[in-house]
């Protein structure tokens, strides 16, 4: 089974920065695309920022800016840097995965078990 691992959340001050990671638990065939979710209280879960292809990025809005994400395709691992944090981006932060485990495997959705960002003076 691939499980997804995630780090680096926590408790900051408005403009402050946090680092997620988030590796697979063993190696597989290919990962197609790496990226973050998040779920605010009361809210959908919603796209955060995601790298496909390698190179390939994607970000919402409200984070266009302050956050980057990058990937260490030879650790199968991808980063969230989180610059200049708000309020608003109090949520629990989910990684996320598109895998295909081995070459004969079609494409599966893997997700971390959430990490809790929360920014609070």
């Known amino acids: 089974q691939v499980q997804l691992v995630e780090s680096g959340g926590g408790l900051v001050q408005p403009g402050g920065s946090l680092r997620l990671s988030c590796a697979a638990s063993?190696?597989?065939?290919?990962?197609?695309?790496m990226g973050w979710y998040r779920q605010a209280p009361g809210r959908e879960r919603e796209l955060v920022a995601r790298v496909t292809g390698g190179t390939s990025t994607d970000y919402a809005d409200s984070v266009k800016g302050r956050f980057t994400i990058s990937r260490n395709s030879a650790k199968n691992t991808v980063y969230l840097q989180m610059e200049s944090l708000k309020l608003e981006d109090t949520a629990v932060y989910y990684c996320n995965a598109k895998i295909r485990r081995y070459y004969y495997s079609s494409e599966q959705a893997y997700w971390g078990q959430g990490t809790q960002v929360t920014v609070s003076s």
């Open positions: 063993r190696s597989v065939y290919t990962i197609n695309a």
